[in-house]
């Protein structure tokens, strides 16, 4: 018996080639694993059992978790556990047919600027550019509602935004706060409360916000029994910097500043951003790289709450971002410094990690101490667009998978960031 090569679809990169289900070598190796164990080893009730949830969690457009990577590896358990269970053939072959899909969608077929992506993150890249858009005074308002509209499409019944195709199971914590702003903007009321009363219940007992989910913080009894996939796949959802200053900024935007629905959930999450600045006074971030990042929008939450500008936590995070400013006047940081903390804010200028800092040091205005470095920021963002062919491009990697793990290049980023930033800049120098 040999092997067979199977196309799962008329033009379809993909192939599977697969033992058939009764082959002999397979039937050996089946007889192997049971040779002197117990039915308890290798009960397939309970294998069964998994295997049937798996299928549950498939997502509408084919994926298992909305990433490819997951969507293969559980494509690859499935496929095995076929050669085990014959009966499973068809269900897994429906099942083998759809994520691939996905993964082939992803992989060749978004438009997307690179090939191979991870996931597709269309809602998050729709608010980012559209802030960028509105940031930077972009005129045409009908095209920016019809994006806030579309994105109302995507609101989940709990208020929440998913990231992207296939993530609305789980809505997104941090792309629900950033989709705030724009629907304000919009005047998009209901969509815009919808999800600001959402976002209060998602708050964690320390005061902070994690990603996805509430109160999901290290567990002793799991840290100890998967310890082994520690250094490849993140375990919980802990409050991070980064989610909870887009928060309070989102509720500075929105005007809950002095609101007193709003005004506990605001205190703890001070609080919370407070106890997580380090010496130095930077502040680590999650989803992107790195401390220039989680410095730079700590700096600009604390603001829109209204913390005065010669605030301890403040003045300190200034005084390190514009001691890690680049002789060409732009920011950069690279994923080492989540292994070494004396790489932080270390690392070649970006579009977009200038963006970040410019973001943060423009809460202390044009004309104050740090103007010279706003000027430097802005000059080296407006000569970088130059020497790209009038574009923003991050020549490094600035996105954050999973720290220690997986990074991720957005392509959105330069492109909506730095229009933030700008837009940002323009209007101060516009009010004087």
Not at 197 to 217: I, Y
Not at 291 to 318: E, M, N
Not at 337 to 344: G, I, V
Request: charged residues 20%.
């Amino acid at each position: 018996v040999t092997s067979e090569r199977v196309t799962l679809f008329p033009g379809s990169k993909f192939f599977v080639r697969e033992d058939p289900p009764f082959s002999p070598r397979l039937a050996a190796e089946r007889e192997d694993r049971r040779a002197g164990q117990t039915p308890a080893d290798w009960q397939m009730k309970e294998l069964i059992a998994v295997v049937d949830k798996m299928f549950g969690l498939q997502r509408p457009m084919g994926s298992f978790g909305a990433y490819t990577i997951s969507t293969l590896f559980t494509l690859y358990s499935l496929q095995d556990f076929r050669a085990r269970d014959p009966s499973y053939a068809f269900r897994i072959d429906e099942a083998m047919k759809y994520g691939l899909r996905f993964v082939e969608l992803n992989y060749f077929e978004w438009g997307a600027p690179y090939k191979g992506t991870l996931d597709d993150g269309r809602y998050w890249d729709t608010i980012l550019t559209g802030l960028g858009l509105l940031e930077s005074g972009y005129a045409n308002m009908t095209l920016l509602q019809n994006a806030g509209r579309w994105l109302a499409r995507a609101q989940q019944e709990n208020g929440g935004i998913p990231y992207g195709i296939d993530f609305e199971y789980k809505p997104d914590v941090d792309d629900t706060a950033e989709l705030i702003r724009f629907w304000h903007a919009l005047n998009m009321t209901e969509e815009r409360n919808m999800a600001l009363s959402w976002l209060l219940q998602m708050q964690n007992k320390d005061g902070g916000w994690g990603a996805f989910d509430k109160n999901r913080g290290p567990d002793w009894l799991v840290t100890t029994f998967a310890s082994a996939f520690a250094d490849s796949a993140e375990l919980f959802d802990p409050s991070r910097l980064d989610v909870t200053a887009h928060i309070l900024e989102a509720y500075g935007y929105t005007g809950k500043a002095h609101d007193p629905l709003y005004r506990d959930s605001i205190a703890r999450a001070i609080t919370f951003v407070r106890k997580h600045q380090n010496e130095s006074g930077a502040y680590w971030a999650r989803w992107g790289i790195n401390y220039v990042y989680g410095t730079g929008f700590a700096i600009v939450a604390l603001r829109r709450v209204d913390i005065p500008l010669d605030d301890p936590a403040i003045s300190k995070a200034l005084a390190w971002l514009v001691s890690v400013q680049n002789d060409d006047g732009g920011f950069g940081e690279s994923s080492y410094s989540y292994e070494d903390p004396a790489w932080a804010g270390r690392g070649k200028s970006s579009a977009s990690q200038t963006a970040w800092a410019l973001l943060g040091l423009l809460e202390s205005g044009i004309d104050g101490p740090y103007r010279d470095n706003i000027r430097r920021a802005v000059q080296f963002l407006c000569e970088d667009f130059a020497r790209n062919g009038n574009q923003f491009i991050d020549h490094s990697c600035v996105g954050t998978g999973h720290p220690h793990i997986f990074y991720m290049v957005y392509p959105v980023y330069p492109r909506a960031f730095p229009l933030m930033a700008l837009g940002a800049w323009s209007r101060l120098v516009r009010a004087q």
